[in-house]
């Protein structure tokens, strides 16, 4: 039967030597098993139009090959075979899942190619295919009309896994230049962004994550970015080479995740690269130092490993600070890291889960399920669905009515700035997890009855704006610890 003559096919093909004159052996040295003499007998079926056909006419094709696959196509070669009177074969290319059989399976390249000189190597494309999946290939040889037809040994090839999707970059780590000229000049709002734009910001202190610089330096750059008024700019570029030239970083990884992501996105409103590229170049080399520098021991060691091993407001920063650089630096394989991290963090185990949890003594409680901690607790975990375990858990071991607890406001600002600078990069952090960020503020309003205050108003403002809810915002008069003025740019 036709099946059983495949399979010979097949094991024969296997066991021949190499024709290495052949043109589709010079092309492809090594990787081709060719089988000079191999044809099979036609199948029966009367329905098929080749089942009437003897095994008399063109010569069979021995050395099909797979020359080149992406995840969708497979580039096959040959070389070219008499009719059996002299003149060029036609063929006929079929592929499906191994095993192949030619009546079932799909037509490739074309209904019919022309040969055109014996002995020539000849190509074809197969278009439409999935990546990741295991396909054989098979070549009919005959005659224009009459006579009869061979069949070729089998190739086979595994198509390679897709690329991930290209992500829609947005223009702006933060915020695009195009969307903060529509923005009001007129509002409150503007007014207190610019009276924080106006004041001295002092000298940049990576290692002080008390200090408020780096806000300050953000609010100018936001001004200038308004505005097109240099001195604002000016401003900004004087602490950026103080980073530039502050030697060897000293300090705690949460320190460096407090402070330095802020002036990564300062840079990229003044638009830094085209405005000074020398200076650009200088402190694109400090992000990549500061990104792998060593930190002060006992804590991470570095601002990675903060952000891959603190499932609380430790990571949460540094996790912002990671995205902001590799953001800056175009570097799509760390931003992608850290969206992994940001995932598992969430919620998503399956994503990422190397955090350590607990901290000394371990504490627990405060996780839905112990067994499986994670930065945010699932959906469908009743009182504690929402609630940040590794951050709550500052306030005592778990209890009812569940206390304030401040630090976990200090994650969110960490999260959310992760988040906003994530989804600009493409990744829709706002989904993940069934809306963990909305959950987490809906547990802190609504079940602790714990709203925003302080440095932590800027952040309902981010949230309504990506959930349309209404969560009290009132104007963002102080700025957070990383970021703020969320009800200019984002209200």
Same mark, same amino acid.
């Given at each position: 039967?036709?099946?059983?003559?495949?399979?010979?096919?097949?094991?024969?093909?296997?066991?021949?030597?190499?024709?290495?004159?052949?043109?589709?052996?010079?092309?492809?040295?090594?990787?081709?098993?060719?089988?000079?003499?191999?044809?099979?007998?036609?199948?029966?079926?009367?329905?098929?139009?080749?089942?009437?056909?003897?095994?008399?006419?063109?010569?069979?094709?021995?050395?099909?090959?797979?020359?080149?696959?992406?995840?969708?196509?497979?580039?096959?070669?040959?070389?070219?075979?008499?009719?059996?009177?002299?003149?060029?074969?036609?063929?006929?290319?079929?592929?499906?899942?191994?095993?192949?059989?030619?009546?079932?399976?799909?037509?490739?390249?074309?209904?019919?190619?022309?040969?055109?000189?014996?002995?020539?190597?000849?190509?074809?494309?197969?278009?439409?295919?999935?990546?990741?999946?295991?396909?054989?290939?098979?070549?009919?040889?005959?005659?224009?009309?009459?006579?009869?037809?061979?069949?070729?040994?089998?190739?086979?090839?595994?198509?390679?896994?897709?690329?991930?999707?290209?992500?829609?970059?947005?223009?702006?780590?933060?915020?695009?230049?195009?969307?903060?000229?529509?923005?009001?000049?007129?509002?409150?709002?503007?007014?207190?962004?610019?009276?924080?734009?106006?004041?001295?910001?002092?000298?940049?202190?990576?290692?002080?994550?008390?200090?408020?610089?780096?806000?300050?330096?953000?609010?100018?750059?936001?001004?200038?970015?308004?505005?097109?008024?240099?001195?604002?700019?000016?401003?900004?570029?004087?602490?950026?080479?103080?980073?530039?030239?502050?030697?060897?970083?000293?300090?705690?990884? *949460?320190? =460096?995740?407090?402070?330095?992501?802020?002036?990564?996105?300062? &840079?990229? #409103? !003044? /638009?830094?690269?085209?405005?000074? $590229?020398?200076?650009?170049?200088?402190?694109?080399?400090?992000? *990549?130092? =500061?990104?792998?520098?060593?930190?002060?021991?006992?804590?991470? &060691?570095? #601002? !990675? /490993?903060?952000?891959?091993?603190? $499932?609380?407001?430790?990571?949460?920063?540094?996790?912002?600070?990671?995205?902001?650089?590799?953001?800056?630096?175009?570097?799509?394989?760390?931003?992608?890291?850290?969206?992994?991290?940001?995932?598992?963090?969430?919620?998503?185990?399956?994503?990422?889960?190397?955090?350590?949890?607990?901290?000394?003594?371990?504490?627990?409680?405060?996780?839905?399920?112990?067994?499986?901690?994670?930065?945010?607790?699932?959906?469908?975990?009743?009182?504690?669905?929402?609630?940040?375990?590794?951050?709550?858990?500052?306030?005592?071991?778990?209890?009812?009515?569940?206390?304030?607890?401040?630090?976990?406001?200090?994650?969110?600002?960490?999260?959310?700035?992760?988040?906003?600078?994530?989804?600009?990069?493409?990744?829709?952090?706002?989904?993940?997890?069934?809306?963990?960020?909305?959950?987490?503020?809906?547990?802190?309003?609504?079940?602790?009855?714990?709203?925003?205050?302080?440095?932590?108003?800027?952040?309902?403002?981010?949230?309504?704006?990506?959930?349309?809810?209404?969560?009290?915002?009132?104007?963002?008069?102080?700025?957070?610890?990383?970021?703020?003025?969320?009800?200019?740019?984002?209200?």
């Amino acid at each position: 039967m036709f099946s059983r003559a495949l399979a010979v096919t097949r094991g024969t093909c296997a066991r021949t030597q190499s024709v290495a004159a052949s043109p589709v052996a010079k092309l492809a040295l090594g990787l081709v098993t060719l089988c000079p003499a191999c044809s099979i007998e036609s199948p029966t079926d009367p329905s098929d139009p080749v089942s009437s056909a003897t095994v008399t006419g063109a010569g069979a094709v021995g050395d099909l090959t797979v020359i080149s696959s992406t995840a969708s196509t497979v580039t096959l070669g040959w070389t070219e075979v008499s009719d059996g009177r002299g003149a060029p074969a036609f063929y006929g290319v079929r592929y499906a899942a191994p095993p192949i059989d030619w009546n079932t399976a799909k037509t490739g390249c074309a209904p019919e190619i022309a040969g055109t000189s014996v002995g020539s190597l000849i190509t074809c494309t197969v278009e439409g295919l999935v990546g990741d999946t295991e396909y054989d290939f098979q070549v009919l040889s005959h005659r224009s009309s009459g006579g009869g037809h061979s069949f070729s040994n089998i190739a086979t090839a595994l198509t390679p896994t897709p690329p991930p999707p290209e992500l829609p970059i947005a223009a702006g780590i933060w915020i695009g230049t195009g969307e903060i000229a529509q923005l009001s000049t007129t509002s409150e709002a503007w007014t207190n962004l610019l009276a924080a734009a106006d004041n001295s910001c002092g000298l940049v202190d990576l290692s002080d994550q008390e200090q408020s610089t780096n806000v300050c330096i953000f609010a100018k750059a936001l001004v200038f970015a308004r505005t097109g008024i240099s001195t604002y700019r000016d401003e900004v570029v004087a602490a950026l080479k103080q980073i530039v030239a502050s030697g060897t970083y000293v300090g705690r990884a *949460l320190a =460096l995740g407090h402070e330095l992501g802020t002036y990564v996105v300062a &840079a990229d #409103l !003044i /638009e830094l690269r085209t405005f000074d $590229p020398p200076l650009d170049q200088l402190f694109r080399a400090k992000l *990549l130092e =500061l990104r792998t520098t060593p930190t002060l021991a006992p804590d991470p &060691a570095n #601002l !990675i /490993e903060c952000n891959e091993k603190r $499932p609380n407001n430790w990571g949460a920063y540094c996790g912002a600070t990671r995205a902001a650089i590799a953001a800056y630096l175009g570097d799509t394989v760390d931003l992608a890291r850290t969206a992994q991290v940001f995932k598992g963090y969430l919620g998503d185990r399956s994503a990422y889960a190397g955090f350590n949890f607990g901290g000394p003594p371990d504490d627990l409680t405060w996780q839905c399920d112990p067994t499986q901690p994670v930065g945010i607790n699932p959906a469908g975990c009743g009182d504690l669905d929402g609630v940040l375990p590794d951050d709550q858990r500052r306030a005592g071991s778990y209890s009812w009515p569940p206390p304030r607890e401040n630090h976990v406001y200090a994650a969110l600002q960490g999260l959310i700035a992760q988040a906003v600078i994530l989804h600009r990069a493409g990744y829709p952090v706002w989904d993940w997890q069934d809306r963990a960020l909305l959950r987490a503020m809906q547990w802190l309003h609504d079940v602790n009855g714990y709203p925003a205050q302080g440095d932590d108003t800027w952040l309902p403002h981010i949230i309504n704006r990506h959930y349309g809810t209404s969560f009290p915002a009132p104007l963002a008069r102080s700025p957070g610890k990383n970021y703020g003025f969320s009800d200019w740019t984002h209200g």
